[in-house]
């Protein structure tokens, strides 16, 4: 029976159960649990956390971890192992699930909406895929082999992490520099490969269609931004008074990486527009965030508010662009500027690795319509014979 269950999981033609949680707590180390099927928070789970927060991860990383431990825990729990037993069969097992099964995120409701996977032909993008993504696998894969190994170091749990490791990675990156070119390394076993994509940013013809799209000064102010600034989604939403510099044209923000306070550019026309959009909703207090919501009591505008204000566009647009997509747009915009150099470009978006920022020398052909219609337009060159020589001779040497 459990041989048939795990190779119906494998396949994706069994359903995980859905039962225990993730809460979160009063406290800061952890400030997540995971809950078992008795409510109670899961032994094992709760000192891992602890020491995910003590080691200065965010509390979006704990809820993040936090949901792949309860993810693994629910497959442990329906195959009858411990966790302390777990071996690298269990492992395979939900990476074949992940590889089947299908994501309850990527479900649609409205029958209108495209097929999971397919292109958008306006675009150029591709939608989600009604799986789970490589990279979401190998997050996965990460979180459970930092779970055995924080239990192996204190001495509990097996001997041998279940989650197969590549060696070859981990001398290629021991000391690498983030200057370097990213070093070729074999893949360790379960690992996914993921393609490499390039990033997709809006054709300037279409980034005006969608800022046309927005139908509220403070959607503008955010989208412009955006784009000016290449900021990315959480780090401009949690811009308050205090971090405006409005002489020097620059947003503080703090920074996704380092936790530090940085500052952004900001373009005049952004700043003009958020002005406008302060002028007339008023001017939230010092520490509060300026993007505040419109409907409902007043409160800060939450990453998944803005994302539905692009959802809209992308309706009347029929689009499928991403607000990660503004940063893109950003990017492109400043690396293939003659007048910033790629370091410089490096440093406004706050990239680790300069190979990150190179990715977005490249142009697009939607940019170059204007040249390419130039192009297929331009007379032909008809070859001359210059003054002097008999066409005729022309002929003989080098035919007619």
Sequence with gaps: MTSHLRNELMEGRAA?????????LKTQHPPYAVLGPDDEPVAAVVPYLRDLALSDNSPATSRSYSNDLLRWFRFLWLLNVSWDKATEGEVAVIVGWLRTAPNPQRRRTRTDAPEPGAINPRTGKRYLKAGYAPTTINHALTVVSSFYGFHRDLGRGPLMNPVPVSEARRRALAHRSPMDAMPVFRRA?????VPETEPRAMPDVMWDEFFEAMNHDRDRAAVLLYVASGAR????????PADIDWSGQLVYVISKGTKLREPIPASPLSLVVLAGYLDAMGM???????????????????Y???????????????TNWSL???RHTAAERMANDPNLTLVEVRAILRHADLATTGRYLHAQVEDLFDALQAHYHRPRVQPSIAPGYDPEDFKVVFGG
Excluded at 16 to 21: E, H
Excluded at 189 to 193: P, S
Excluded at 233 to 240: K, N, R
Excluded at 304 to 318: E, T
């Design 304 to 318: 998944w508010a803005m994302r539905r204000v692009i959802q809209r566009a992308n309706d009347k647009l029929r």
């Design 189 to 193: 076993r379960l690992r996914q490969r």
């Design 233 to 240: 989604a959480s780090e401009l939403l949690g811009v308050t």
């Design 324 to 326: 990660h997509d503004l």
């Design 16 to 24: 995980l159960p859905r039962v225990g949680s993730v809460v979160q």
């Design 284 to 302: 939230p207090a010092p520490h509060e965030p300026v993007f505040r919501t419109r409907r409902g009591p007043d409160g800060p505008l939450t």
